[in-house]
């Protein structure tokens, strides 16, 4: 338990008095990591502008066409002759934008690298630091705002898979490993796309038939802002964002609701306007809501939705004023899930779903058969593993995500034959000739995973 069961602070006291008793002004500290929050229109606009962009490149940002060595890598640009020319060139690894590649140029880096197969490892070298540019994923990070570089195969982590094809928005992404376009439109049967495309080494609007997409997924990234999350006016005005945000309040229950959450327009409004008042104090009714619950579930010794609510209070404000008024503070940095879901391959959902299930993010939790932690790690998977401290947070998420990677591959990306393997053991899921195990705990636990799986996409 992290709480001191001596608080007192009764729950009969109005919201309005919690916020004079917990003085000073709103604590918010909303994490940068974040999915960025953006519409459809704006990510075309950002696309347009890498296509159009018109730049100048001297010798000094070309090399050979069989390449030159900058920093001990060989480089090799898309273009041959000094002039103006427009898009932003193809990199390998690139993840510039357009004023980083604008400043590159000017400083003699090379105009891009296209980094031919034959005479260069691309899959098994860095990205040259001697060039600018971008490639596929490093395009859509941009494009999508993001703060940092995922790639093709992270990029899943933070988008829901679509149906079809036919399902697929301006802004959406066609995905496999190695490869992903932005899509624009689709007319006649073909889909056109944005993307630096390596063959003709800039980025530009291109165009493929659905054949030319065999084996490619469609992706909607989960930042996006449109009419169904909420956002009649599509998000912009504030004000308007405030609005609907406390019309949702009121339905307020849990932030995994996501898309059509008071907690998603409070956000959103602090994206155009971070020192807005009004969206500061919907966080902290958010957060008095949570110090609610978890009084609540403390009066009434309930742990597991004490940690349930904690979890959701250090989600929102890891640095809240009503941690020290229950004289507790987050029992692990929470950043740590989406971190690891992105260095390991797994949507950050399926990690958030698997440790509420396993522990209620306890990292103390020990069950009856000795399994510990956050991910409830045997000790057997722990070593497996290389985890030498069960009882570390970082260690345990890692492992626990190392073996959910690894049973996922194992059974093809069947999601709820690997969740039930995790639970019973991947030998059951054989024995039951690769289907869930019949057993109630198993069946149940299945159940429960994939429940929140699906709410905390939406979130």
Same mark, same amino acid.
């Given at each position: 338990?992290?709480?001191?069961?001596?608080l007192?602070?009764?729950?009969?006291v109005?919201?309005?008095?919690?916020?004079?008793?917990?003085?000073?002004q709103?604590?918010l500290a909303?994490?940068?990591e974040?999915?960025?929050?953006?519409?459809?229109?704006e990510?075309?606009?950002?696309?347009?502008?890498?296509?159009?962009?018109r730049?100048?490149?001297?010798?000094?940002n070309?090399?050979?066409?069989?390449?030159?060595?900058?920093?001990?890598?060989?480089?090799?640009?898309?273009?041959?002759?000094?002039?103006?020319?427009q898009?932003i060139?193809?990199?390998?690894?690139?993840?510039d934008s357009?004023v980083?590649?604008?400043q590159?140029?000017?400083?003699g880096?090379?105009a891009?690298?296209?980094?031919?197969?034959?005479?260069?490892?691309?899959?098994g070298?860095?990205?040259?630091?001697?060039?600018?540019g971008?490639?596929t994923s490093?395009f859509?990070?941009?494009?999508?705002g993001l703060?940092?570089?995922y790639?093709?195969?992270?990029?899943?982590?933070?988008s829901?898979?679509?149906?079809?094809?036919?399902?697929l928005?301006?802004?959406?992404?066609?995905?496999?490993?190695?490869?992903?376009?932005?899509?624009?439109h689709q007319d006649?049967?073909?889909?056109y796309?944005?993307?630096?495309?390596?063959?003709?080494g800039?980025?530009?609007?291109?165009?493929?038939?659905?054949s030319?997409?065999?084996?490619y997924?469609?992706?909607?990234?989960?930042?996006?802002?449109?009419?169904s999350?909420?956002?009649e006016?599509?998000?912009?005005?504030?004000?308007?964002?405030?609005?609907?945000?406390?019309?949702?309040?009121k339905?307020?229950?849990?932030?995994k609701?996501?898309?059509?959450?008071?907690?998603t327009?409070?956000?959103?409004?602090l994206?155009?306007?971070?020192?807005?008042?009004?969206?500061?104090?919907?966080?902290?009714?958010?957060?008095?809501?949570?110090?609610?619950?978890?009084?609540?579930?403390?009066d009434?010794?309930n742990?597991?939705?004490?940690?349930?609510y904690?979890?959701?209070?250090c989600?929102?404000?890891p640095?809240?004023?009503y941690?020290a008024?229950?004289n507790t503070?987050?029992?692990?940095?929470y950043?740590?899930?989406?971190?690891?879901a992105?260095?390991?391959? +797994?949507? #950050? *959902?399926?990690l958030h =779903?698997?440790?509420?299930?396993?522990?209620? %993010?306890?990292? @103390?939790a020990?069950?009856?058969?000795?399994?510990?932690g956050?991910?409830q790690l045997?000790?057997?998977?722990?070593?497996?593993?290389?985890?030498t401290?069960?009882?570390?947070?970082?260690q345990n998420?890692?492992?626990?995500?190392?073996y959910?990677r690894?049973?996922?591959?194992?059974?093809?990306?069947?999601?709820? +034959?690997? #969740? *039930?393997?995790?639970? =019973?053991g991947?030998?059951?899921?054989?024995k %039951?000739?690769? @289907?869930?195990?019949?057993?109630?705990?198993?069946?149940?636990?299945?159940?429960?995973?994939?429940?929140?799986?699906?709410?905390?996409?939406r979130?």
């Amino acid at each position: 338990m992290f709480f001191n069961r001596r608080l007192t602070i009764s729950l009969i006291v109005p919201i309005t008095s919690l916020l004079v008793l917990i003085a000073g002004q709103p604590s918010l500290a909303w994490d940068e990591e974040d999915l960025n929050q953006i519409t459809p229109e704006e990510i075309i606009e950002k696309a347009k502008e890498y296509a159009k962009s018109r730049f100048f490149v001297n010798d000094s940002n070309l090399t050979a066409a069989t390449g030159e060595y900058q920093g001990g890598k060989i480089v090799i640009t898309p273009f041959s002759q000094p002039g103006d020319y427009q898009g932003i060139p193809y990199k390998w690894g690139g993840n510039d934008s357009i004023v980083s590649f604008r400043q590159g140029l000017r400083t003699g880096k090379k105009a891009g690298d296209i980094c031919r197969p034959i005479s260069q490892n691309c899959q098994g070298r860095s990205a040259s630091s001697e060039a600018v540019g971008v490639d596929t994923s490093g395009f859509i990070s941009q494009v999508w705002g993001l703060g940092r570089k995922y790639s093709t195969r992270t990029l899943p982590n933070i988008s829901t898979p679509l149906r079809s094809m036919n399902e697929l928005q301006p802004g959406d992404i066609i995905l496999k490993v190695g490869h992903v376009v932005l899509f624009s439109h689709q007319d006649s049967g073909r889909f056109y796309v944005y993307e630096p495309s390596h063959q003709k080494g800039k980025v530009a609007l291109y165009s493929y038939t659905a054949s030319k997409l065999t084996g490619y997924k469609p992706y909607r990234y989960n930042g996006i802002l449109t009419e169904s999350t909420c956002y009649e006016c599509r998000c912009s005005e504030v004000s308007e964002l405030l609005r609907q945000a406390d019309q949702h309040f009121k339905a307020f229950r849990i932030t995994k609701g996501a898309g059509a959450t008071a907690l998603t327009c409070y956000r959103a409004a602090l994206k155009k306007d971070r020192n807005n008042a009004s969206a500061l104090a919907g966080f902290e009714k958010i957060e008095v809501y949570y110090f609610a619950r978890i009084k609540s579930a403390l009066d009434r010794e309930n742990e597991n939705e004490e940690h349930k609510y904690l979890a959701r209070l250090c989600r929102v404000n890891p640095k809240s004023a009503y941690l020290a008024a229950l004289n507790t503070q987050c029992p692990f940095d929470y950043t740590l899930i989406p971190k690891v879901a992105a260095e390991i391959g +797994l949507e #950050v *959902a399926l990690l958030h =779903a698997v440790i509420e299930t396993e522990s209620g %993010y306890n990292p @103390k939790a020990v069950s009856h058969k000795g399994a510990v932690g956050l991910m409830q790690l045997m000790p057997a998977t722990a070593k497996r593993f290389g985890v030498t401290n069960r009882y570390d947070p970082t260690q345990n998420i890692y492992g626990g995500a190392r073996y959910l990677r690894y049973l996922l591959k194992l059974f093809n990306n069947n999601l709820q +034959l690997a #969740v *039930a393997a995790y639970n =019973a053991g991947e030998g059951n899921v054989r024995k %039951y000739g690769n @289907k869930i195990p019949p057993f109630r705990e198993t069946q149940g636990y299945v159940k429960k995973v994939m429940r929140l799986y699906k709410a905390y996409r939406r979130d």
